[in-house]
């Protein structure tokens, strides 16, 4: 069970345009999801926490115009990156909170998404 | 305010041999913990949490890990390493503040297991 898919998992764009990655929670309803990036050989870094229904809460430093994040439903969290750009080429990654917000539930993460901006 | 330190960046250990990955946090509230492993190109699983019951916590694959309060420390261990336990291994912290639950990640290490 808490199987979370997260589609692409790869996807190759050119500079200027829009990208959108999905985030489903398939056997459980997820109110609160989380997005991360991913540097190679570092550590997960938090973009934004997704609440459904309501506008997400982005972490210091990520622009929101540019990184929209969209929960619209409990199953279901797209992040569409915009105008990408080089730098944004980076693994992304999605995570998903199984019942209530608690500090001993663990997450149930995607598989990320490559994405390579040319 | 709480932390996670990931005390190496790299382990190698031959197959068949112990493995333990050491992590240290230190949080102004009592703190969950846990330990999840990525496979390249991939997410994270999770092996194991330590919610305030008992101290010494098993986890999947083999894996297990002691909670130790007087030394801040929750390493994790397994007997015997598997040639399928080459991987990233993160160690994470979870504590509800004053502003809500807050997750901090280690900053990895990567186990090699040689033949």
């Known amino acids: 069970g808490a199987v979370v898919s997260q589609h692409p998992s790869r996807v190759i764009c050119k500079s200027g345009t829009s990208v959108k990655i999905e985030c489903r929670s398939l056997d459980f309803q997820a109110t609160t999801m989380f997005w991360y990036r991913q540097f190679p050989k570092q550590s997960l870094m938090l973009m934004a926490t997704?609440?459904?229904?309501?506008?997400?809460?982005?972490e210091q430093g990520v622009e929101k115009d540019k990184f929209l994040i969209n929960h619209a439903s409990l199953t279901l969290s797209t992040l569409t990156v915009t105008s990408a750009h080089p730098e944004d080429s980076s693994f992304y990654i999605c995570?998903?909170?199984?019942?209530?917000?608690?500090?001993?539930?663990?997450?149930?993460f995607g598989n990320g998404t490559r994405l390579t901006v040319t | 305010a709480q932390s996670v330190t990931q005390l190496d960046s790299h382990v190698s250990v031959s197959e068949g041999t112990p493995v333990l990955l050491r992590c240290n946090y230190s949080s102004s509230y009592s703190p969950s913990l846990f330990w999840y492993v990525q496979h390249p190109n991939k997410g994270l699983q999770l092996l194991l949490k330590y919610t305030s019951a008992a101290t010494l916590v098993k986890g999947i694959n083999g894996f297990e890990a002691e909670f130790k309060k007087s030394e801040t420390s929750f390493h994790l261990t397994k007997p015997s390493a598997h040639m399928s336990d080459a991987a990233e291994y993160f160690c994470?912290?979870?504590?509800?503040?004053?502003?809500?639950?807050?997750?901090?990640f280690g900053t990895g290490t990567q186990l090699k297991v040689e033949l």
């Open positions: 994470v912290v979870s504590a509800f503040t004053g502003g809500g639950n807050k997750l901090t």
């Open positions: 997704s609440n459904e229904g309501s506008k997400a809460t982005y």
């Open positions: 995570s998903a909170l199984q019942g209530a917000s608690s500090y001993n539930s663990p997450l149930h």
